[in-house]
Every structure is written in structure tokens, then in C-alpha cells.
């Protein structure tokens, strides 16, 4: 099909345009829109050949365009700390589910733990004047925060909570979860428990200190027991850090870890020593990645709602953008003890 060059429809770079789009699939423009961004009023017939029509032409959504007609984007930017870690994921998949049905598109940031990194991804995405943004935890500089602050663009944290701070939030308390695991292992009978944790962001840093309180609370603490590293966490590390422990406090009974990744490698380790799990030392990991139930012996651990937080936070986000007030702008989606084989 030849477009005239006069055509004031056709840009003069000669790539084809929404309209031609429209025009090839026998619709308006505004249809063959909402069927490319997905939206699901468009009726399938029509949004099939909406498509076939795109790949006919070679067309492609020009995000930029898009936005400067309509006055306003149709994204939504997510910054999250790690995209190697599964429960991230599972958040991700989660706002995805929410957002692409009502013709949004997610555009997601890796910060690699690092606040510098958190920064320019903000400032970034802030150019792009999202709709809405989603964020991982409140641990960011102070530039990060007067950007999100003078934009008046909607935002909501996840995977912690801060009542006090009048934000938005859906996640748990990283601190309530650090107590229940020394709850459970002093309940287990152990006496002598340390804390391993690793990458020590906030969420790791909060979690220890829940742990911390309620040994102190019931007259075990130990300092010397605790082992903290900046190093990215692994399950190499896990091992690591699981013989350097012993090594040094063979009288421990009981450890928890701040994560399952490092759990599963001090398993693992455990296996290689002949160390006898949990006869000798209980172990306790965080997070319950699906990997925990399957491990020798089967890792209990602290389970966190990672798909349930990314869609009620993308719920909010979305009453947010319309408008809409928060009944409840602080949600607490809890965690739940995993008990199985290792404590």
C-alpha cells in the first residue's frame, strides 16, 4: 500500500504512522491506539487486525509522541534493587498483571542496591513525566527525595512500611519479622543464635535489628555472634559465611540468615562439613524463595507476600493516578513462619 507523499499523515522520515496503522486494519486511530497499548474494551477481532496491520507496516509506538499528544504519559516506573533476586520478580509479574490491561506500559529500574544508582534512575524517569511511580523501600538521598517531592507525581513504596512519614506503602515490618524468627528459634529450645546478614540495605539492617531486640529481650544477645558483610549476598557467600561462623563459635546453636539465598548456601556448606542440620544448629532463612521447600534438609523460613505486595501497590498506584483518595495509605501485607526440617 503506497501512502501519497503529501499525505499529512505520513511523516516525512517515511515511517509508517498510527493512522496508516488505522487506516490498513479499518478502524479509527483511536481504536488501533487503545488496541496496540491493550486495552481490553477493544474487541479482539478488531485488535487482531489492528496488529496484523502494525507488523504489515513495520510500525512502531513512539512513546515520546504519544505522550505529547495526550498531554500526559502512559507509564509507570518501577526502581527495584536487584533483578537476580526471585522475589523481585515475582513483585514485577505482579504490577505488570494490573498495569498492561489498562494500556499502561511498565518501565522498570535496576538500582543494584546502591542509592547514587536510585538517584538517576529517578531523575531519569522523572524527565519522562511518568504517570505513576513505584519504589522499592524509603533508603534514598536526600536529592531523591526533594525530585520525587517537587514532581507531584503519585508514589508508592513497597516492601517496608513508615506510618509516620505520610507516604504511601505496602509491604510489612522488616523488624516485627526479624523478632518472630528469634521467637521461633528460642522456642526451638536454642540459646546461643547469630545473625548473618549480607548486601545490608535497610530491609537487612531492620530485620537483624528485630532479631537483636528480642534476644536482648529474653537475655540472650550475643554480639559476638553477629556476622554483617556489604558484599553482594549468594549462596557461595551463604557457605562462606557458614564455616567462617562455626569456626569461630562452634558452641552455636541456632542462626538466622537474612536472606534464603544465603541459607541454602550454608546448607549446602553443612552437607560438605558433616555438620547435622538441625541437631547441632538450627538454621532459618527469609523470604521462602521456592527453591527453601526443596532443600536437604527443607529450609524453614519467613514467607514474603511478593506477589500480593506488587499488586495492591499497583492497585494503589492506580487509584492514586485517577485521582482517588487512599482509605488506608499504610498496608501491611504481613509474612508468615515457614516451620520445616532445618529448625
Known amino acids: 500500500m503506497t501512502t501519497p507523499k503529501n499525505d499529512k499523515n505520513t511523516r516525512t ?5 498510527l493512522n496508516e496503522v488505522a487506516r490498513r486494519a479499518g478502524v479509527s486511530p483511536i481504536t488501533a491506539s487503545r488496541a496496540l497499548r491493550g486495552i481490553p474494551s477493544v ?41 537476580g533476586n526471585q522475589l523481585f520478580v515475582e513483585t514485577l509479574e505482579a504490577i505488570h ?24 534512575l529517578i531523575r531519569n524517569y522523572l ?51 526479624g523478632a518472630a524468627a528469634a521467637e521461633h528459634l528460642i522456642a526451638r529450645g536454642r540459646r546461643r543464635m547469630a545473625f548473618v546478614g549480607a548486601q545490608l540495605d535497610q530491609r537487612t539492617l531492620l530485620r537483624g535489628e528485630g532479631f537483636r531486640r528480642a534476644l536482648q529481650q529474653a537475655g540472650l544477645y550475643n554480639p559476638a555472634f ?3 558483610t556489604p558484599q553482594p549476598s549468594s549462596v557461595g557467600l551463604g557457605g562462606e559465611l557458614f564455616g567462617q561462623l562455626l569456626a569461630a563459635h562452634p558452641q552455636l546453636d541456632g542462626i538466622f540468615f537474612g536472606n534464603d539465598d544465603l541459607a541454602h548456601g550454608a546448607l549446602l556448606e553443612a552437607m560438605r562439613r558433616g555438620v547435622r542440620i538441625p541437631e547441632q544448629v538450627a538454621v532459618l532463612g527469609f523470604n521462602d ?8 534438609p527443607r529450609l ?24 482517588q483518595s487512599v482509605a488506608e495509605p499504610v498496608q501491611d501485607m504481613g509474612f508468615e513462619l515457614m516451620v520445616r526440617e532445618s529448625t
Open 13 to 17: 522520515t517515511g515511517r509508517p504512522t
Open 289 to 296: 524463595l521456592p527453591a527453601s521447600a526443596f532443600m536437604v
Open 97 to 120: 498483571a494490573v498495569m498492561r490491561p489498562k494500556g499502561l506500559e511498565v518501565l522498570i529500574g535496576n538500582s543494584h542496591y546502591s542509592r547514587d544508582e536510585d538517584e538517576d
Open 127 to 177: 524527565a519522562y513525566q511518568p504517570r505513576g511511580l513505584l519504589l522499592t523501600g524509603f533508603e534514598r538521598t536526600e536529592s531523591a527525595r526533594r525530585m520525587l517531592e517537587a514532581s507531584g507525581i503519585p508514589c508508592v513504596y513497597m516492601m517496608d512500611l513508615d506510618s509516620g512519614a505520610g507516604l504511601h506503602c505496602v509491604g510489612f515490618s522488616q523488624l516485627r519479622a
Open 226 to 228: 553477629e556476622l554483617l
Open 300 to 323: 524453614s523460613s519467613i514467607h514474603t507476600p511478593r506477589e500480593a505486595i506488587g499488586r495492591r501497590a499497583a492497585e494503589m498506584l492506580l487509584a492514586l493516578m485517577a485521582g
Open 43 to 83: 474487541a479482539e477481532e478488531l485488535a487482531q487486525r489492528v496488529r496484523e496491520a502494525a507488523r504489515e507496516l513495520g510500525y512502531v509506538v513512539n512513546p515520546a509522541a504519544r505522550a505529547l499528544a495526550s498531554a500526559r504519559s502512559q507509564t509507570v516506573a518501577v526502581v527495584v534493587p536487584s533483578l
